[in-house]
T-cell receptor, first 114, second 110 residues
């Protein structure tokens, strides 16, 4: 099973709202990733967790707050977002986060900030 | 600086014809190289990767890719295109993290 699930599929929020995106995998992977993708553009790495510890933060604004409660779950907490944050947010996982590993992606959450 | 180029924004192919989606890269060392595909309103699906060894890598759905070290290229190929192959294709070297190319929109017409 190479499935990564993400909820919700779609999310509309105002600039003063607080919301969370969720990602789950049951492949026993120990590395999980958040990417942001604008329409027809490549995904951009935001965060990497390895063994439930944040290992990479690609200088993402603090209005995005990741959390990894356990090895199967990854959350992205959103607060005071801007309209330009509207995008497809993709979660991915890989075995350990080492070089050459295949990352498996979820279907994404399409976020619209009004 | 690490970079990857997919020189064609769009590739149009007739069903049954061979297809090639081009990728060149500029990264230090011997990178791992990946191809991913994204269908409309979907996440990315892994197609294939090159780590070391045989320069011709076979992947999912009949796709293959040819690694050329001297030309720093990793072109994606398929001998006979299907309409269902129409999607957005990303080349991604891995020099410490995945660096995605700008993507190539493949359109296969019946």
């Amino acid at each position: 099973d190479t499935e990564v699930t993400q909820t919700p599929k779609h999310l509309v929020m105002g600039m003063t709202n607080k919301k969370s995106l969720k990602c789950e995998q049951h492949m026993g992977h120990r590395a999980m990733y958040w990417y942001k993708q604008k329409a027809k553009k490549p995904p951009e790495l935001m965060f990497v967790y390895s063994y439930e510890k944040l290992s990479i933060n690609e200088s993402v604004p603090s209005r995005f707050s990741p959390e990894c409660p356990n090895s199967s779950l990854l959350n992205l907490h959103l607060h005071a977002l801007q309209p330009e944050d509207s995008a497809l947010y993709l979660c991915a996982s890989s075995q350990e986060g080492t070089s050459g590993e295949t990352q498996y992606f979820g279907p994404g959450t399409r976020l619209l900030v009004l | 600086a690490q970079s990857v180029a997919q020189p064609e924004d769009q590739v149009n192919v007739a069903e049954g014809n061979p297809l090639t989606v081009k990728c060149t890269y500029s990264v230090s060392g011997n990178p791992y190289l990946f191809w991913y595909v994204q269908y409309p309103n979907r996440g990315l699906q892994f197609l294939l990767k090159y780590i070391t060894g045989d320069n011709l890598v076979k992947g999912s759905y009949g796709f293959e890719a040819e690694f050329n070290k001297s030309q720093t290229s990793f072109h994606l190929k398929k001998p006979s295109a299907l309409v269902s192959d129409s999607a957005l294709y990303f080349c991604a070297p891995y020099p410490g993290k995945l660096i995605f190319g700008q993507g190539t929109e493949l359109s296969v017409k019946p």
